[in-house]
């Protein structure tokens, strides 16, 4: 898999939530979990399930920050 993204950061599908129309996936990558919105069908399409090892491709332009 190339991608142009540099954010890809492998890790493991702990739950797949599947809504009327998007899909919530939470993935390990060493202790912290990232959640992806995506559709149910590319979730299906995926064949994405708990214990499957996957990469999280995080591609912004902006990042926000926010304190207390």
């Known amino acids: 898999m190339k991608l142009s993204a540099r954010n890809q950061i492998k890790g493991k599908v702990t739950d797949v939530k599947l809504g009327t129309t998007t ?3 939470k993935i390990d990558i060493g202790g912290q979990i990232i959640t992806a919105a995506i559709t149910n069908d590319s979730a299906k399409e995926l ?3 708990a214990g499957k090892n996957v990469y999280a491709v995080i591609k ?4 926000m920050v926010g304190v207390d």
Do not use: F, G, P, T
Request: proline content about 0%; aromatic content about 0%; glycine content about 0%.
């Open 23 to 25: 899909a919530h996936i």
């Open 60 to 63: 912004a332009s902006d990042v």
């Open 47 to 49: 064949s994405l399930a």
